[in-house]
């Protein structure tokens, strides 16, 4: 599971779109693994193609956190065969 926090006072409304039934807002997530806090993930506004084109770019709007991951354990010496 992924828990997402954003501020949404930094929505860039223009780029809202409608749907049939509801107003949207696209999502990205960017894996930052050197993240000094610990997240896995930072969110930004996804911008359609024309506004990326014209050299537009996301607002961050915050983070993103795997919760619950396994942690990989290295194989010791006797796991390893030749």
Known sequence: MITVKI??????????????????????????PDDKYGNDYRVVQGL????????KKGAIL???K?????????PSDEDVSF
């Open 7 to 32: 501020d949404v006072s930094k929505i860039n409304k223009e780029f809202l779109y409608q749907g049939k039934t509801a107003k949207y807002l696209d999502l990205v997530l960017w894996e930052s």
């Open 48 to 55: 359609p193609k024309e506004a990326r084109a014209a050299g």
């Open 62 to 64: 915050g983070n993103g």
């Open 66 to 74: 795997v919760m619950g991951k396994k942690t990989e354990s290295k």
